[in-house]
């Protein structure tokens, strides 16, 4: 008796909590842990860009250097660095001794410690073009991230409106079934009714209760695709609470010509504007095979103070202001580079086109499919009006004893079949709309632009 009331509380609270499309889509989006990862992305690709920036404003540094060593040269340096060296240190002790002679004092030290305490700044002052290259390249990916996003948000927009109309016409489906069973079992009563009056046989009864058990069975069938749709929709929403759906999601929007169509969907397609991003950085890797060419210049500024302790004592510091220039006089691999990068370019500007090839092509299907499956739904309408017309009065014919229970029971399946067809067209008419406002690059709500 418990169980019977559980199952019971449960059907009763099937329907109990009903979300509508607006509220799924918007939860799934802020959920979405895919939108989330490419958000940091982009977040990414806004650092890389600002590494260029901090090369450019150069490095500062700060180092202190100790070594202890008898080493003739590493001594004799330190002492010059820390202005310690004498006369003594050079030999000149035994400068009597002939000019053959190996000083003492200078090919063996004693042991000396060095502190090297100093600060560096480093800079590039001219790279040929590098590094601004580099950055306009880090600039357009990350806006190809941005845009890579939009089409990440599109694509899983197109897969909730898919998710949640698939929940309503599983719901669609249990109700129809569960009419169905209502229906069936009023025949059943009326088949029982008959046979006791001794109007129709034992069989008729029978036919008509097989009918019933597979109707309870699709029925069972019905409610768990339901379920599993439903659990989709939690899965995608991180919601765990949708237990129901309302109506049929569908997307009207006007429809010109099919040429202001495509030329919507080139100016709409996050596609094609990440592929002229490609064109473009293409472009700017030929500049940068280029800036090999090109001299470079840098500079190097140190201060610091040496010493065989640590000091800052103003007899022991030093300073150096450099300023390099280099330039390579041959390097065969800089042509090969330069090649190779506009061998990229002109792939990219021929995947540009193929891809406003590919755009037109699936517009025109899309477009097909639409006609065709608005031409279905007309089409399923009226069969399912008929079918019922039918229905009707194979019950009529029945009652009256003019046809037998397997006919009305096949008038019964017909009308059910058309009944789902008409479902599933609803679906598909809601799909092929859906996936025509996905091919023209737009957003399932404008809001959400």
Do not use: C, W
Not at 113 to 132: H, V
Not at 151 to 156: G, I, M, R, S, V
């Amino acid at each position: 008796m418990h169980k019977i009331y559980l199952s019971l509380l449960i059907v009763s609270f099937t329907y109990a909590q009903s979300i509508n499309f607006e509220e799924v889509l918007e939860m799934t989006i802020k959920n979405s842990k895919d939108l989330q990862q490419q958000q940091l992305n982009i977040d990414s690709s806004k650092l890389d860009s600002k590494i260029i920036d901090y090369i450019n404003y150069g490095k500062l540094s700060i180092s202190e250097e100790f070594n202890r060593t008898n080493h003739a040269g590493y001594v004799f340096n330190s002492k010059l660095s820390s202005r310690e060296a004498t006369f003594k240190d050079f030999g000149f002790s035994q400068m009597n001794e002939g000019l053959n002679t190996a000083p003492t004092d200078l090919n063996y030290p004693d042991d000396r410690n060095n502190f090297n305490t100093k600060i560096t700044y480093d800079i590039p002052l001219f790279t040929g073009f590098k590094l601004s290259n580099q950055k306009d390249i880090l600039k357009l990916q990350e806006k190809a991230n941005e845009l890579k996003y939009n089409l990440d948000k599109k694509t899983l927009e197109f897969e909730v409106l898919k998710a949640y109309n698939s929940a309503v016409v599983a719901k669609d489906f249990v109700q129809a079934l569960e009419k169905a069973k209502i229906a069936v079992s009023k025949i059943v009563e009326s088949a029982d009714a008959f046979h006791k009056e001794g109007f129709v046989t034992k069989i008729d009864v029978n036919e008509a209760k097989v009918y019933e058990l597979n109707i309870n069975s699709t029925l069972i069938e019905a409610k768990n695709s339901f379920q599993l749709a439903l659990a989709y929709l939690r899965f995608l929403s991180s919601n765990d609470e949708i237990s129901d759906v309302q109506e049929l999601e569908n997307r009207y929007f006007h429809f010109p010509n099919e040429e202001e169509l495509y030329k919507k969907a080139l100016e709409n397609r996050d596609e094609i504007k990440i592929q002229d991003i490609q064109v473009n950085a293409n472009k700017k890797s030929i500049e940068i095979a280029k800036s090999a060419y090109y001299p470079t210049l840098y500079s190097h500024l140190e201060y610091g103070y040496n010493d065989d302790k640590l000091t800052i004592d103003d007899d022991k510091n030093y300073y150096i202001a450099l300023v390099g220039l280099s330039l390579t006089l041959f390097d065969g691999t800089r042509d090969v580079e330069k090649e190779k990068s506009k061998i990229e370019y002109v792939k990219a500007t021929l995947n540009q086109e193929k891809l406003k090839d590919v755009i037109k092509l699936e517009l025109k299907k899309a477009i097909l499919n639409l006609e065709a499956k608005e031409a279905i739904l007309k089409e399923k309408i009226e069969a399912k009006n008929l079918a019922n017309n039918i229905l009707e009065q194979a019950k009529l014919q029945y009652k009256n004893r003019l046809i037998s229970m397997t006919n009305l029971l096949l008038q019964e399946a017909n009308y059910r079949k058309n009944e789902s067809m008409l479902i599933q067209a609803r679906y598909e008419k809601a799909l092929a709309l859906a996936n025509i406002n996905l091919i023209l690059g737009q957003n399932i709500k404008e809001e959400n632009n």
